[in-house]
């Protein structure tokens, strides 16, 4: 992640530059881990640990989630605090609910209308569950009514299948629990499956999805092999806009 040329580092990663910080605070001697042998020669890399006034920094991460491995491609520094580090994120001052929340509750949404129950009250009783304020309702809810329109347009064409909704999946591959929930999985009348994911922000681009720096679909789909949902046709990303996008299929 180093910016290189000629094999020579010309600028470090921002995760390196964390990283030295990091150990510069708690006087840990990094010298070790810069050598490219300690990595080459041990086949167990989350085996290295470093103790530092009898406490234990670092440790094998048996257990991680479907968005916590694309954290760690984009950001692993991200996985480092939270996993290793066990570390919390401060509540923000002055918190205000913005996409972050506002996707939360549009997958709640659809996931309730999918269920059948497509009563404007029950979305606006979702919608107080994320945001608590008037001022919310004004900025928020008129972006989800357009948004609401164009699912119910594109949905059109799953009318008559089955819906799995939510679906948590699990399984165990080289040692390590992966998990996660799939947004959606519709089950064809020819028995196929659709994975689907909803996205109200960025859809990954095709060529991320192909380099497998966007892996959250392939993740999900060895998952549901695993766990007897092997007849997988189509993955697809469902860009949730005010405009009206298409369903991007990414493999079939």
């Known amino acids: 992640r180093h910016e290189s040329s000629d ?9 390196w530059l964390r990283f030295q910080l990091f150990c510069q605070f708690l006087n840990i001697d990094i010298t070790m881990i810069k050598e490219k042998r300690l990595y080459r020669n041990n086949n167990n890399y989350n085996s290295i640990n470093i103790k530092y006034d009898g ?6 991460i048996d257990k991680i989630s479907i968005t916590e491995i694309v ?5 692993p520094y991200y996985i480092y605090a939270k996993k290793i580090l066990k570390l919390k994120e401060l509540p923000k001052i002055d918190y205000q609910p913005s996409f972050s929340e506002f996707g939360s509750f549009i997958h709640k949404v659809f996931e309730v209308y999918i269920g059948g129950n497509k009563k404007n009250e029950i979305f606006k009783d ?16 008129p972006k989800f009514q357009k948004i609401y329109e164009n699912f119910i347009l594109n949905n059109q ?10 679906k948590y999946l699990e399984a165990d591959i080289s040692g390590k629990k992966i998990y996660g929930k799939i947004d959606r999985m519709i089950i064809n009348q020819d028995s196929s499956i659709e994975i689907i994911d909803y996205k109200t ?4 681009s095709k060529k991320d999805f192909l380099s497998l720096k966007e892996p959250q679909l392939v993740i999900s789909a060895l998952l549901a092999i695993d766990n007897n949902l092997s007849n997988i046709s189509h993955l697809k990303y469902w860009k949730l806009s005010i405009k009206n996008h298409d369903i991007q299929s990414y493999c079939s």
């Open 7 to 15: 094999n020579a580092v010309k600028l470090a990663s921002q995760f």
């Open 201 to 204: 922000g960025i859809t990954p």
């Open 157 to 166: 064409q799953y009318q008559n299948c089955k819906n799995l909704l939510e």
């Open 55 to 60: 406490y234990l920094y670092g440790q094998n």
């Open 71 to 75: 954290k760690l491609i984009k950001n």
């Open 126 to 141: 979702i919608f107080l569950q994320y945001f608590l304020n008037y001022n919310s309702l004004i900025i928020w809810w």
